[in-house]
């Protein structure tokens, strides 16, 4: 696998600090999202996912917050690791609907 | 640990060669997707499959493309003719089964193609 490049949002984090990687969908009528993380040379992994009835879902380290209002998704990191360094991606399935899209990336780096 | 598999990892090849990606999913898997990732456009479903038949192939450019699962432990991706704008990293993904794509997917580590 690739990380998608040299042209991504790029956050930086201490380690130990919390993480927040935004996302923008575009369609309205998707009702449901999935975060992915993908490491440098590997394929994307299902992180968290969220159905529009719901406004934050909880993992293990991770927190996903949906605002359909201004369909805007997050994803928060607590105590972020330097394992968590990926490429992190939003994807959206729009309601009725049956194709996974996928919003660019954002680079997350933690630093020591 | 069960885990999709894509052969080859990496493949170089000249214009106009035909080439064949495979992947093996997840054993009990009923879907099958293939995304093409690439520096400008992310990453792009091309294909997916349930039950091994095709259920949307709109992603994919039709003329050279050809998506096949001869059975339910082998999915393939075909480009003959290739072009050197197919270069790009290949992903294979299989969803447990359930409601087609918002099936939890679990990507195979790709195959990166070159297209010189």
């Known amino acids: 696998g690739e990380s998608v490049g040299l042209h991504l949002p790029t956050l930086s984090v201490q380690e130990g600090d919390n993480s927040i990687i935004n996302c923008a969908y575009s369609n309205s009528a998707s009702d449901y999202f999935i975060w992915y993380k993908q490491e440098s040379g590997k394929g994307p992994q299902f992180i968290i996912d969220i159905r529009s009835n719901m406004d934050k879902r909880q993992g293990q380290r991770v927190t996903v917050l949906l605002n359909k209002t201004v369909k805007h998704l997050s994803l928060q990191i607590a105590a972020t690791q330097p394992g968590d360094s990926a490429v992190y991606f939003c994807?959206?399935?729009?309601?009725?609907?049956?194709?996974?899209?996928f919003g660019t990336g954002t680079q997350l780096k933690v630093e020591l | 640990d069960a885990r999709v598999t894509q052969t080859p990892r990496h493949k170089v090849t000249e214009m106009g060669q035909e080439v064949t990606m495979r992947c093996q999913p997840i054993?009990?898997?009923?879907?099958v997707f293939w995304y093409r990732q690439t520096m400008m456009q992310g990453l792009e479903l091309l294909a997916y499959?349930?039950?091994?038949?095709?259920?949307?192939d709109s992603g994919m450019p039709k003329d050279r493309f050809s998506a096949e699962m001869p059975d339910a432990t082998l999915a393939t991706l075909k480009i003959q003719p290739s072009e050197p704008r197919d270069s790009a990293v290949y992903f294979c993904?299989?969803?447990?089964?359930?409601?087609?794509?918002?099936?939890?997917?679990?990507f195979g580590p790709g195959t990166r193609l070159t297209v010189l």
């Open positions: 499959f349930r039950n091994r038949a095709p259920l949307d």
């Open positions: 054993l009990g898997h009923n879907t």
């Open positions: 994807a959206e399935v729009p309601g009725g609907g049956n194709k996974l899209t």
């Open positions: 993904a299989s969803g447990s089964p359930g409601t087609g794509v918002t099936d939890t997917q679990y």
